[in-house]
């Protein structure tokens, strides 16, 4: 971020080469053999077609990381030996021996959860009083736009999700009929995801202003950033615990790839599609407060919306009750739309959308 202050771009393709390359080491060592000994404990009744393995980006290091998997499971079970062995030869504690030990310790923990609800009381009220001594004071004339800027927010974060879904969703698809295809996008996808939004920002604010000459689309980009891996993720993992012997019956039974995809594919994923939605909103509105005022070589970029309200509230103006107004229309919208919407949408996937045997 300090280079993109500065407008250092060189700084931040190199800073990004060398996060990559962390990222790519850490994925082909570490997780993906630690994915490969996860299969080991899926239950089926079927056997798959072909074996899930993959070894990441970096299959030069096929060897080392098993190699440091078998030397951290066997660290850990002589750690735990040892720990077992440690406690065998201490004899056990008897608490009847000792009843005056055991007052004692009676009356300690009444004690300290007895002054730890009564400062958890007092932060409560001391919270709530200052927030409304906060919303007594004279309003700014700005505030009058916050419903605007919400409904500019709302529309951008609709338009990320969904860009996001015509993506996403038909990876997935592709996934469950191609262990192939997903092994290779998944090491991919884990990697990118892996890079923090805000890293990508300033390559992105850059391009997308000197190709558009405005921020609105950049805006929505940088919120792409922080919704679309949540729901890749849970959308992979959804189609991934598809049982083996539900795809060998719809084969069985001869349906065609679009019936499959609208009988078996599509509603086992609605369940991770929800999840990967709730999550994905979540995602965006952290990434709503960076995508609509960014500063970059000095320069002020920012479209109307509760993002810039808020970081011009924080940053130029210093408005304590413009910063308060702003978030708790955050949380407005963000409980209106886990009340309403995804809620029920969760209540149908669970009564319509659930594999039962």
């Known amino acids: 971020m300090s280079a993109a202050d500065k407008g ?5 393709v190199a800073g990004l080469l060398v996060l990559l390359a962390i990222i790519v080491l850490m994925d082909a060592i570490v997780w993906q053999p630690l994915s490969n000994w996860a299969e080991k404990f899926r239950y ?8 899930m393995r993959s070894l990441g980006m970096l299959d030069a290091l096929s060897i080392v990381g098993p190699a440091i998997t078998r030397m951290m499971r066997w660290l850990l079970r002589q750690l735990f030996r040892s720990i077992r062995r440690a406690f065998s030869s201490t004899p056990p504690f008897n608490p009847a021996a000792y009843p005056g030990m055991m007052r004692a310790t009676n009356y300690m923990r009444i004690a ?3 002054g730890f609800a009564m400062l958890l009381v007092y932060a409560v009220a001391d919270g709530m009083i200052a927030l409304v001594r906060t919303l007594l004071e004279p309003w700014p004339a700005i505030s009058k736009s ?8 709302i529309l951008r974060l609709l338009a990320a999700y969904l860009i996001s879904l015509a993506w996403t969703v038909p990876c997935a698809i592709a996934a469950s009929e191609s262990q192939r295809f997903a092994r290779r996008l998944t090491p991919i996808a884990q990697i990118i995801g892996s890079v923090p939004a805000t890293a990508l920002f300033p390559l992105i604010v ?5 190709v558009t000459g405005g921020m609105n689309l950049a805006s929505i980009l940088l919120i792409l950033t922080g919704m679309q891996w949540y729901l890749l993720f849970n959308l992979l993992a959804g189609v991934s615990q ?5 795809k060998e019956a719809a084969r069985a039974f001869g349906l065609s790839r679009l019936a499959t995809w609208r009988k078996l594919t599509i509603p086992s994923m609605i369940p991770s599609l929800l999840t990967g ?15 609509e005022y960014f500063v970059y070589r000095g320069r002020t970029y920012q479209v109307f919306g509760l993002g810039a309200l808020l970081d011009d509230a924080t940053y130029q103006a210093g408005s304590g009750v413009m910063i308060l107004l702003t978030l708790l229309s955050m949380v407005l919208v963000v409980v209106l739309l886990n009340r309403l919407v995804w809620r029920r949408f969760y209540d149908v996937a669970t ?3 659930k594999i039962d045997y």
Do not use: K, Q
């Not at 916050?146 to 927010?153: K, Q, V």
């Not at 850059?206 to 000197?210: D, E, L, Q, S, Y």
């Not at 598809?242 to 539900?246: K, R, V």
């Open 351 to 353: 009564e319509r959308y």
């Open 277 to 291: 939605s709730i999550t994905a909103w979540g995602g965006g509105w952290n990434a709503l407060i960076l995508s």
């Open 206 to 210: 850059v391009f997308v202003i000197r």
């Open 8 to 12: 250092r771009s060189g700084e931040m």
């Open 44 to 51: 089926e009744f079927a056997a798959s077609s072909e074996p």
């Open 112 to 114: 300290v959860l007895t």
């Open 242 to 246: 598809i049982p083996a012997d539900l």
């Open 146 to 153: 916050i419903p605007a800027a919400t409904g500019l927010s």
